[in-house]
């Protein structure tokens, strides 16, 4: 290749070799499409290596075909020379053909193409993703999922919801869109509801997905959620689908629990229980961080203490967590032995507290190098019933409640 004298016009001024997809700029020089888009990504100022003109970063590049297609002759009549062909380039996906795939999706015989060519689209590059992004394929998504769960049809949903999950923005038009909208939660459950193959993917991008929407809904449509949401997101938390699925379960539950009698439901589907369960299998810390946040909102009601408790290891595994995940775990789970021994302290109860080492804990808190905030809560804890704990043998409340201040 050495010997081979190629043409100046043929050479990107930024890379030095041959062009394989040349496109010119505002500026007026030609330069490889991945070159200068490099150049413009880590560039500290937005100019054109050659002019130094200005050159905004989302600036059009236009394709010089002429150019290429010589380059490419001339690659061919040298190949004896060891010189590659260049292939023809793809170019970058547009808004018209995004928009033509979207009207394909209400056409019978061409639906299910169009979703897997956006499918495959979507998870080519980002660049694709963008432009799917500005062109409503988000809108697309949630408009096809309820209508196939209006027509109880479920070919398409897995492509559906995985689109729909890598292109929502929360946008102003798509929150206008999803924020009162019952019939696009009622296709989410439904979903759940259904067998659909690849089962554990399908309810994984509809979890995801629920959780984007909630994080828009109403206030209205959190208050209006029925039994059949709480009984179906509840269902997911027992199977334990996926980790990811059940960080979106989680989120979903700390955001609609404050919600009208959303708190109520929740208790009455056995959550405390399955949290409790869930814990015991040691998930990673993002997910106990978010159970103990969920535990804490369920336990400032009487029932959802009555639940915990029921649990053998309920007050067990609350303990055990304090000063081994978090900081904002500490404030959750002294916020929950705090609430029991406030207005569920029975003599049996109290019992366990100090069985279980709830009580050694709280005495640990004020020990570690703790905040004076959970020092104190820990501090009250032990001074509300410090005449039952102080009599137990292996422990001398008292004094350490006297002793550190």
């Known amino acids: 290749m050495d010997e081979i004298e190629i043409p100046q016009y043929f050479i990107c001024p930024i890379s030095l070799q041959i062009m394989k997809d040349p496109v010119t700029a505002t500026t007026g020089i030609t330069y490889d499409r991945e070159s200068i888009e490099h150049w413009l990504l880590t560039a500290e100022e937005s100019l054109c290596p050659v002019t130094k003109q200005l050159l905004p970063r989302d600036s059009d590049m236009t394709p010089n075909h002429t150019l290429r297609r010589l380059i490419q002759s001339w690659c061919t009549a040298n190949a004896i020379h060891g010189i590659d062909r260049i292939p023809t380039p793809k170019y970058p996906l547009s808004m018209t053909r995004v928009l033509k795939l979207h009207r394909e999706l209400n056409v019978p015989h061409l639906s299910l193409k169009s979703l897997n060519t956006l499918d495959f689209l979507v998870n080519e590059n980002g660049k694709n993703k963008k432009c799917m992004i500005e062109s409503g394929t988000a809108k697309a998504m949630i408009l096809f999922i309820i209508k196939c769960f209006k027509e109880g049809r479920t070919m398409g949903i897995e492509q559906g919801l995985r689109i729909l999950h890598i292109t929502w923005t929360p946008l102003l038009e798509n929150k206008q869109l999803v924020k009162d909208n019952v019939d ?41 959620l029925n039994r059949d949401f709480f009984k179906e997101v509840a269902k997911v938390l027992r199977e334990t689908i996926s980790q990811q699925a059940i960080k979106a379960i989680l989120h979903v539950l700390i955001e609609v629990c404050p919600w009208g009698r959303n708190k109520m439901k929740i208790i009455e589907e056995g ?20 159970i103990f946040c969920l535990l804490t909102h369920l336990c400032s009601c009487t029932d959802g203490r009555a639940q915990l408790l029921k649990h053998a290891g309920g007050i067990a595994v609350v303990a055990k967590r304090t000063l081994r995940v978090s900081p904002a775990t500490d ?26 080492g709830a009580v050694a804990k709280l005495c640990m808190v004020l020990q570690a190098d703790s905040t004076t905030y959970l020092k104190k809560k820990a501090r009250e804890i032990l001074r509300l019933h410090s005449n039952v704990w102080n009599n137990s043998p292996c422990i001398d409340v008292y004094l350490l409640i006297n002793k550190i201040h």
């Open 184 to 224: 696009f939660i009622e296709s989410i459950l439904w979903v759940l509801k259904c067998k659909i193959h690849p089962h554990i993917h399908v309810k994984t991008n509809a979890v995801l997905v629920l959780k984007q929407v909630i994080e828009v809904a109403s206030s209205s449509l959190l208050e209006r």
């Open 331 to 356: 404030e959750q789970t002294l916020q929950i032995l705090g609430l029991i021994a406030k207005f569920s302290a029975t003599n049996e109860v109290l019992a366990e507290m100090l069985s279980v």
């Open 271 to 290: 959550v405390v229980l399955e949290l409790i369960e869930l814990e015991l299998t040691f998930p990673e810390k993002s997910v106990t961080e978010l």
